[in-house]
């Protein structure tokens, strides 16, 4: 559950050793704080959107929320070791 002026912020990242990458966010606002973003992102720009994946509002209590998460990236030789972590925030 994520209230209504809360958000949820997911980040993969790929780790191994040294080496890190952090691939864009998936943003899940509650209800207030999703409309706030978006007159937040019509004042800002594309530029500020670009950053995340997807932003979603979140649903009621009870419902599931799919997110299909699709990132194309290099090819360095560190991530055939790698492991994904997934953090919130």
Do not use: T
């Not at 606002?29 to 800002?44: I, L, P, S, W």
Request: proline letters at 3%; hydrophobic letters at 35%.
């Amino acid at each position: 559950m994520i209230a209504h002026n809360q958000r949820l912020e997911i980040i993969p990242v790929l780790q191994w050793k040294e080496n890190r990458l952090e691939l864009p966010l998936v943003l899940v606002n509650g209800r207030e704080r999703h409309r706030a973003y978006k007159q937040m992102c019509a004042n800002m720009g594309q530029s500020f959107v670009e950053k995340n994946y997807h932003i979603y509002k979140a649903m009621s209590a009870g419902k599931y929320l799919k997110c299909h998460y699709h990132q194309e990236i290099p090819y360095r030789y560190w991530m055939e070791h790698a492991d994904l972590e997934i953090r919130e925030e």
